[in-house]
C-alpha cells in the first residue's frame, strides 16, 4: 500500500492504539494536520501553546498508563517542547512527541523555523529520530512507541521534514522490533531474590521505600502483598504516593525534606531499606553519607543504572517492579515486627507532621484536609510545584492507585492546569483536581480555553498566597527573610478571571467556607475554580535543609499553636 | 597489559552505525560529567556497527556508572571495561617536525630509535609517523620538541584484547555499587 508519510504516521498510530493528539499545528507540519481529516478515529485537541500539549500528553500517559501523543511545528513549537519533554524524562513518562522540520533540501541552512529539534532534545528524550525518508516511517514509528513503553518508560521525539510527510512509499507495519541494543530486563534475578529474601528475614527493622516504578508497573496488588505478609511498612516517594493506599496500618506517607518527620528517623534508624522503583533522589535522602547509616539495601529497578547510582546496594535486582516483587513476596517468610511498628508509632506521636494544627487563618493545609475528607480520598490530584504541591502530598490521604500526578523530577511548575486537563482525558470518569499554586498557575493558565472548549470537567484549587510562596520560603528560613523577587502584588482576580472563560468560580476567604466551596465546585458540570486566599506567610515543614541530614530537620510549630518551635 | 594506572580505564563500546550517534556518546560523557582523555572510533569488523574507545578517569564507580549510562543509550550494543585484560594498545601520531638540511638526520636517528617512519619530506619539515601506547608517542615527542613541532595529529588509544578471544566476548560486568556516591552540592 503506497501512502504518504503523514498517511503513514496516522496508520501507525493507530496501530498503536493512539486516539488522542494534543498539539498545534504551523506550516512544517501542515502536510499531517491535513491529512487527520481522513483518519476520524484520531481525536486532536488544540491547545493554545505547544508546552501545555507536551504536559497535557505526559499526565495522560501517567493516568491511564497508555502513550500519550503530542505534536508540533519546526522552530519554536519543537523548542516549546522542551520543558515537557524533560519534565518527562526525568519522571520516567511514555511519551511521544512529533515535530515537523524544514524540507530536507533546507536542513542545516538556517532556514525559517528551523531549529535542530533532535539535537536540542538530545538529552532529554529516551531516544529521537530524524526520518530523512518516508520509507523508514513505520519502522521508526514501531520502534519509537517500542521505546517509550518498555523497560524504564521516557519520552520519544520524532522529528519529520515536511517533504517526508508528503512524501509516499510503501506501507506495511512490522510485526517486532529489531533493536540489538535495546533489551531492558524484566525478570529479577533467582538468587538475588532468594537473598533479598534472607535479607527481610534476618532484619528487625524493614522499611519500603516504594516509588514510581511500582506505579509503572502496576505492581500495586504484589507492593500490598509484600508488605502484609512481612509485615513491613511502607514509605511512598514523592511520586510513589498512591502506589500504597494511605488507609492502611503499614503505611507511612512520604519521606524526604519535607516528607514526615517521623519517617525521616525511621529511615534513620531502619536496619534494611526495599526500594523498590525508586531512584534515591536528593530530596529523598539529604546527605548522602548520613542517610540511612544502620541499614543494608535491597534496590529493585529496571533501569540498571540507578542501582547503585547514589547508594551502596546489599542486593541489586534489575527487573520489573512487578515481576520482582511477585516472586520475592512468594520468597519471604511471613513475619511481625511488632516492635519496630510500634516503635514508628511512637516517633509518629512524638513527631506529628501528618497532623495539621489548630489555627483560625485559612491555613493551606486545612483546605487540603477538607478536600481529602470531602472527596473521601478517592479524587485525581495534579499539582504544580512549590508549597502547595508539599501540602498536597502530605495531607491528602489518597486511597486509589495511581492518582497522583506531579512533576517530582524536573519540578516543573505550571504542570497543574495542563497536566489536570490530560489526565480528565484519561480518566473522564474520577473527579479531577488541580492543586495549583498562583504562580504555576499563571504559567499555563492558557489552558483554561482549551478545558472550555472541550468541557474538561476539572476543578481547580488555587492555594493563593500571592507569592512563589515555596521561593519565599526559602528566603526567609535561609537568607535572613531577604525577599527578592517573590512577591505578586499584582495577581489577577481569579475568579472573575475564571468567569472570563465562562467557568464557575467563587473565592475563599474563611475556613468555615472551605468545605461548601469544594462540594459546590463538585456539583458544577464541567470546570470550576476556587480562589483560596489562604495564609500567605505559612511554611511547609518539615524541612530538611537541601544537602542535609535529618537531624539539622526543621519540624515547625507544634500543633496547639502558632509561638512554640521545635527543631 | 592495560594501563590501570591509578583512576585510568580503557573502555570500549560496539555502537550501531547511525547518524548521531558520536553525539550521544559524546553527549552522555558531557552532561555526566565523565572526564575522558581520548575517544576513538572506526568501523569494526560487523556490518553497521563501530567501534569506539574511550579512555576514562575515574574510581570504579565512575567506571560502573559510565558503563550503566552507555548501555541505556538505544545505539549502543555493547560494553566492556579491559582495564583489567591483557590487552594491545595503541595510538598513532602524525608528528610535522622542522628540519632542514643540518638537523635531519638527527631527526632521522631518532625516529630510527623509535621505530617510527618518516612519511613525507618538505624543504624545511618532515612528517613522521609514530604507532605505540601513550608513553612512547610522549617519548618521542618530547625528543622531537627541540627542532620545532609545528602540529601534532593523535588518533587516541584504541585497544584489543590479545589472545583468540574477541574485545567485547563478555559484556562489561562492573561491580554493582562498589561504594556510594560522594555527596554533592543540590538545589535548595
Ligand atoms: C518553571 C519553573 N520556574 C521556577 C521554578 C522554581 N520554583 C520552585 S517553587 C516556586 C514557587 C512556586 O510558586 P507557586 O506556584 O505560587 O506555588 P507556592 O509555592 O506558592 O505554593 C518556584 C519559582 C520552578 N520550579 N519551575
Known amino acids: 500500500m503506497q501512502l504518504t508519510g503523514a498517511q503513514m504516521i496516522c496508520e501507525s498510530l493507530l496501530r498503536e492504539e493512539v486516539d488522542l493528539l494534543f498539539g498545534l ?8 494536520y491535513q491529512t487527520l481529516p481522513q483518519y476520524p478515529k484520531l481525536r486532536h485537541i488544540l491547545v493554545r501553546h505547544e508546552q501545555n500539549a507536551g504536559h497535557a500528553a505526559d499526565a495522560y500517559s501517567r493516568a491511564s498508563g497508555r502513550v500519550g501523543v503530542c505534536v508540533a511545528t519546526s522552530g519554536p513549537g519543537a523548542t516549546n517542547l522542551v520543558t515537557p519533554l524533560a519534565t518527562a524524562m526525568m519522571d520516567s513518562v511514555p511519551m511521544i512527541a512529533i515535530t515537523g522540520q524544514v524540507p530536507r533540501a533546507a536542513i542545516g541552512r538556517d532556514a525559517f523555523q528551523e531549529t535542530d529539534a533532535t539535537g536540542i532534545t538530545l538529552p532529554i528524550t529516551k531516544h529521537n529520530y530524524l526520518v530523512m525518508s518516508a520509507g523508514d516511517v513505520p519502522r521508526v514509528m514501531k520502534e519509537a512507541f517500542h521505546i517509550a513503553r518498555t523497560g524504564r518508560p521516557g519520552p520519544v521525539l520524532i522529528d519529520f ?19 540489538r541494543g535495546y533489551k531492558p530486563t524484566l525478570e529479577g534475578h533467582g538468587q538475588m531474590i532468594k537473598r533479598a529474601a534472607r535479607l527481610i528475614k534476618e532484619a528487625r527493622r524493614p522499611v519500603i521505600l516504594a516509588g514510581h516504578g511500582v506505579i509503572i508497573s502496576g505492581a500495586f496488588a504484589e507492593l500490598r502483598e509484600l508488605a502484609e505478609k512481612a509485615q513491613i511498612p511502607v514509605i511512598t516517594t514523592l511520586l510513589g504516593i498512591s502506589a500504597f493506599d494511605e488507609g492502611h496500618v503499614l503505611a507511612l506517607g512520604m519521606p524526604g525534606m519535607h516528607g514526615m518527620a517521623y519517617n525521616n528517623w525511621a529511615i534513620d534508624r531502619s536496619d534494611l531499606l526495599i526500594a523498590v522503583g525508586m531512584r534515591f533522589d536528593d530530596r529523598v535522602t539529604g546527605r548522602l553519607s548520613a542517610f540511612a547509616p544502620n541499614a543494608r ?3 529493585i529497578d529496571i533501569d540498571p543504572a540507578e542501582v547503585g547510582k547514589n547508594v551502596r546496594v546489599t542486593v541489586p535486582i534489575v ?13 519471604v517468610e511471613q513475619a511481625t515486627h511488632v516492635d519496630w511498628i510500634r516503635e514508628i508509632n511512637e516517633l509518629r506521636r512524638e513527631h506529628p507532621s501528618d497532623k495539621v494544627r489548630e489555627s483560625s487563618k485559612l491555613l493551606p493545609q486545612y483546605v487540603i484536609r477538607e478536600l481529602s475528607e470531602v472527596t473521601d480520598g478517592r479524587a485525581l490530584l495534579v499539582t504544580g510545584v512549590g508549597q502547595h504541591q508539599m501540602w498536597a502530598a502530605q495531607h491528602y490521604h489518597f486511597k486509589e492507585p495511581n492518582t497522583w500526578l506531579t512533576s517530582g523530577g524536573l519540578g516543573t511548575m505550571g504542570f497543574e492546569v495542563p497536566g489536570a486537563m490530560g489526565a480528565w482525558f484519561a480518566r473522564p470518569d474520577k473527579a479531577v483536581w488541580s492543586i495549583a499554586g498562583d504562580g504555576g498557575f499563571q504559567m499555563t493558565m492558557s489552558e483554561l480555553a482549551t478545558m472550555v472548549e472541550h468541557k474538561v470537567n476539572v476543578k481547580f484549587a488555587i492555594l493563593n498566597n500571592n507569592f512563589l510562596g515555596m521561593v519565599r520560603q526559602l528566603q526567609d528560613l535561609f537568607h535572613d527573610r531577604s525577599r527578592v523577587a517573590v512577591e505578586y502584588s499584582g495577581n489577577p482576580d481569579f475568579v472573575m478571571l475564571a468567569q472570563a472563560y465562562g467557568i464557575w468560580a467563587t473565592r475563599v476567604t474563611e475556613r468555615a467556607q472551605v468545605r461548601k466551596a469544594i462540594e459546590d465546585a463538585m456539583a458544577v458540570d464541567g470546570p470550576a475554580l476556587i480562589d483560596f486566599r489562604v495564609e500567605p506567610e505559612e511554611n511547609v515543614y518539615p524541612h530538611v535543609p537541601a544537602g542535609e541530614s535529618v537531624a539539622e530537620m526543621v519540624e515547625g510549630p507544634t500543633l496547639e499553636g502558632e509561638a512554640a518551635w521545635r527543631r | 597489559m592495560a594501563a590501570v594506572n591509578g583512576h585510568v580505564h580503557t573502555i570500549t563500546a560496539l555502537v550501531e552505525d547511525r547518524p548521531g550517534v558520536l553525539t550521544r556518546v559524546s553527549g552522555l560523557f558531557r552532561r555526566r560529567g565523565f572526564n575522558i582523555s581520548s575517544l576513538a572510533v572506526g568501523a569494526s569488523e560487523q556490518p553497521n556497527l563501530s567501534r569506539m574507545t574511550f579512555v576514562v578517569h575515574g574510581d570504579e564507580w565512575v567506571v560502573e556508572q559510565v558503563t550503566k549510562q552507555l548501555y541505556k543509550l538505544v545505539d549502543v550494543v555493547r560494553v566492556n571495561d579491559i582495564s583489567h585484560e591483557q590487552v594491545v594498545a595503541r595510538e598513532l601520531a602524525l608528528i610535522k617536525v622542522k628540519a632542514s638540511a643540518d638537523t635531519r638526520s638527527e631527526i632521522i636517528q631518532i625516529v630510527d630509535i623509535f621505530r617510527a617512519g618518516i612519511v613525507d619530506v618538505a624543504a624545511d619539515t618532515v612528517i613522521v609517523e609514530v604507532t605505540g601506547d601513550e608513553e612512547k608517542v610522549d617519548a618521542i615527542m618530547k625528543l622531537l620538541k627541540p627542532f620545532g613541532i609545528r602540529e601534532v595529529m593523535r588518533t587516541g588509544r584504541i585497544a584489543m584484547a590479545r589472545g583468540a578471544a574477541a574485545t567485547g566476548a563478555k559484556p562489561a560486568s562492573a561491580p554493582v555499587a562498589a561504594q556510594s556516591a560522594p555527596d554533592t552540592e543540590v538545589v535548595p
Open chain 1, 161 to 179: 521534514p515536511r517533504d517526508v510527510l508528503t512524501e509516499k512509499a510503501e506501507f506495511q507495519y512490522p510485526e517486532s522490533v529489531a533493536l
Open chain 1, 319 to 331: 527487573g520489573d517492579a512487578k515481576r520482582v516483587l511477585h516472586a520475592l513476596a512468594r520468597e
Open chain 1, 25 to 32: 499545528p504551523g506550516g512544517a507540519i501542515l502536510p499531517f
Open chain 1, 297 to 299: 539495601v535491597i534496590h
